[in-house]
C-alpha cells in the first residue's frame, strides 16, 4: 500500500528492558513468581526503545506510513541508544535533547500468561511541554497521534492546561488527532489529578481516543474501577468484564466529554469502538472521508495467537494499525480487525516489533480465517 498522509507521533519515549521468562514460567500469579528474597532465574533481556513514540510510532513507519517522531530525552547513552535504533530502522527522529536531565527508562517484568508490571522512571519525559512543538512542522501533516500525558508531568499538572492547549493548538490547524494514554499509578503524584476535569477540557480538540478500558475507567470512575479489582483481584479484569454493563457505559461517558470516537484496549478480549453522529465524524478533517463512521458500536473479538512471549507494545501498535487503517480510507470494522491482528501478533515476540506482520500479509491473514477468541460477556 502507498503512503497517503503525513503522520506525527508525539509524546513518551523511554528505554525499555525486558528479561525473558525460561518455559514453564506460566500459569502463576506475579504474587507467586515474585515474592521477597526469591532469586528469580530469568534469560536474555530484550534491550529496546519504548514508550507511546516508540511503538506507535515506528510501527506506522514500519507499516509504511510517512511518520515523524517528536518526543524529549537526555543527552547520555539510553538518549542514544534510542536515536540509532530508530535510524536503524529507517526514521531519523525530530527529538529534544536535554542537558539537564536524563532519558526515561522502564523495566518490564513480562512472565508468559500474565499481565505486565513496570518499574518506570519519566525522567526527560516530564519537562515535554505544548511550547516544545514545532507547530510549523506539525502543520505540514494531516494526522497527530499523541501519548501517554499521564506519566508526563506538565500535561497533567494544573488541570492538564498544557495538555488543552497542545491539543487546541493541533487542531486549529486542521488534522486528525488522537490521544492514548498510559496506566496511572494509584500511589503517585498523577493519580491526584483531576482526570474528568482534564479530559472535559481536551477531549473537545480530540478526534479518537484510544486507551484502555481500565485506564479510563481509573480516569473516570475510581468506584467502578476499585470495585472491578476487588471483585476479579489478581486475575485480568478484561476477561471478566461485560460489553454492556462495563465497555459500552465507560465509552459513552468519554464520548459525551467531547471527542469525536472512542476506540478502548480491552486486552486479550478485543477492541470495542464507539462514534459519534455522521454529521460529527465527517466534520473531522479533510484528510479523514467519514461517510460510515457516524454511531458507530462495534466490538471486535481478538484473534489466537500463534504464541505468547510478551504483551510488551501490543496496546500501542494495535494503536499504530488502527490509525493507518483511518489514513488509507479502511472501514470502522476494517481498522478494528487490523487494530485486534496486529495486538495478536505483537504479543509474539518480546519486543513490541519483532512480531508485527505488513498490512498486506495481516489483512490476508483476517480474510483467510484467522481464529477468533470470544472472551467478552453480553
Request: aromatic share 10%; hydrophobic share 40%; charged share 20%.
Amino acid at each position: 500500500m502507498e503512503k497517503q498522509h503525513k503522520m506525527i507521533v508525539a509524546g513518551h519515549v523511554s528505554l525499555d528492558m525486558t528479561p525473558s521468562f525460561p518455559e514453564g514460567a506460566g500459569g502463576k500469579s506475579l504474587r507467586e513468581i515474585i515474592r521477597p528474597g526469591k532469586l528469580i532465574n530469568v534469560g536474555r533481556a530484550a534491550l529496546s526503545p519504548g514508550g507511546c513514540v516508540t511503538n506507535t510510532g515506528l510501527a506506522l513507519h514500519w507499516f509504511g506510513a510517512d511518520t515523524t517522531l517528536i518526543a524529549k530525552v537526555g543527552n547520555d547513552d539510553f538518549g542514544r541508544m534510542i536515536v540509532e535504533k530508530y535510524r536503524s530502522m529507517g526514521n531519523e527522529p525530530k527529538f529534544i535533547v536535554s542537558d539537564e536531565e536524563t532519558t526515561s527508562y522502564t523495566i518490564v517484568i513480562a512472565p508468559p500468561g500474565c499481565d505486565r508490571v513496570f518499574f518506570h522512571d519519566s525522567a526527560a519525559n516530564h519537562s515535554f511541554k505544548s511550547s516544545d512543538l514545532d507547530y510549523d512542522e506539525v502543520a505540514k501533516a494531516q494526522f497527530f497521534h499523541f501519548g501517554y500525558p499521564t506519566i508526563m508531568r506538565e500535561f497533567y499538572r494544573n488541570d492538564g492546561a498544557e495538555l488543552t492547549e497542545l491539543f487546541r493548538k493541533v487542531k486549529s490547524l486542521g488534522l486528525v488527532t488522537s490521544m492514548d494514554v498510559a496506566a496511572i499509578d494509584p500511589e503517585g503524584e498523577a493519580a491526584k489529578t483531576d482526570w474528568k476535569k482534564v479530559l472535559a477540557n481536551t477531549l473537545p480538540y480530540v478526534d479518537f481516543f484510544v486507551p484502555s478500558i481500565e485506564e479510563l475507567c481509573f480516569m473516570l470512575d475510581r468506584e467502578r474501577y476499585n470495585e472491578w479489582q476487588e471483585h476479579i483481584g489478581d486475575g485480568d479484569i478484561c476477561m471478566h468484564l461485560s460489553l454492556s454493563e462495563d465497555v459500552e457505559p465507560v465509552a459513552r461517558e468519554a464520548l459525551s466529554l467531547g471527542c469525536r470516537a472512542i476506540m478502548l484496549k480491552c486486552g486479550a478480549a478485543g477492541m470495542y469502538l464507539m462514534t459519534g453522529s455522521e454529521a460529527d465524524m465527517c466534520g473531522i478533517s479533510p484528510a479523514f472521508d467519514g461517510h460510515g463512521w457516524g454511531n458507530v458500536s462495534v466490538f471486535e473479538d481478538s484473534f489466537v495467537p500463534d504464541c505468547i512471549l510478551s504483551g510488551t507494545g501490543a496496546g500501542d501498535t494495535s494503536i499504530a494499525a488502527f490509525l493507518y487503517g483511518l489514513s488509507h480510507g479502511f472501514s470502522p470494522e476494517r481498522c478494528l480487525q487490523a487494530a485486534a491482528g496486529t495486538g495478536a501478533s505483537c504479543i509474539t515476540a518480546y519486543d513490541s516489533l519483532s512480531g508485527l506482520l505488513p498490512i498486506d500479509e495481516l489483512l490476508a491473514k483476517i480474510d483467510g480465517g484467522w481464529e477468533k477468541q470470544h472472551f467478552i460477556r453480553p
